[in-house]
């Protein structure tokens, strides 16, 4: 949530340097009058920012493309175990194709560090942490 603003179930971020790309679920209007409105594939675009959206269950499939030729790959095992699944045969995917050219990533990062370093920088117009610039109480 804290990199997209995203808070719908089953969405997956891939994100590099030049590209975000989302799967999310997409509309499906009875599901939406029982659970509530979900932003779908235009919505991941056009709400969130993302550079391309496609539905969840076209990750696997798409998935190789975006990891192949990346040096590393930012990824928590043992939260979910049908997102390892799919990663784990993404790079097996990527590795396999080796003898033509294509390198998979040589490492597998989990990202709480980048993220949390990401967290402390503070853009201009971030507010302020609570007491910043005012004076501390004297005892």
């Given at each position: 949530?804290?990199?997209?603003?995203?808070?719908?179930?089953?969405?997956?971020?891939?994100?590099?340097?030049?590209?975000?790309?989302?799967?999310?679920?997409?509309?499906?209007?009875?599901?939406?009058?029982?659970?509530?409105?979900?932003?779908?594939?235009?919505?991941?675009?056009?709400?969130?920012?993302?550079?391309?959206?496609?539905?969840?269950?076209?990750?696997a499939a798409r998935?190789p493309a975006l990891?192949?030729?990346?040096?590393?790959?930012?990824?928590?095992?043992?939260?979910?175990?049908?997102?390892?699944?799919?990663?784990?045969?993404?790079?097996?995917?990527?590795?396999?194709?080796?003898?033509?050219?294509?390198?998979?990533?040589?490492?597998?990062?989990?990202?709480?560090?980048?993220?949390?370093?990401?967290?402390?920088?503070?853009?201009?117009?971030?507010?302020?942490?609570?007491?910043?610039?005012?004076?501390?109480?004297?005892g």
């Amino acid at each position: 949530w804290y990199l997209t603003g995203f808070e719908q179930p089953e969405a997956v971020a891939v994100l590099s340097k030049d590209r975000f790309v989302f799967f999310v679920q997409p509309r499906d209007p009875l599901l939406e009058t029982w659970n509530g409105r979900r932003p779908g594939v235009e919505g991941a675009v056009a709400i969130f920012g993302a550079d391309e959206a496609y539905p969840i269950g076209e990750l696997a499939a798409r998935l190789p493309a975006l990891i192949e030729n990346r040096p590393r790959l930012y990824h928590t095992f043992g939260h979910d175990r049908e997102l390892d699944e799919r990663v784990i045969a993404a790079l097996a995917d990527v590795r396999s194709r080796a003898r033509r050219g294509v390198s998979a990533p040589s490492e597998v990062i989990p990202p709480h560090e980048r993220i949390h370093e990401l967290r402390r920088r503070k853009s201009p117009r971030a507010p302020a942490p609570p007491g910043a610039g005012s004076p501390s109480p004297r005892g």
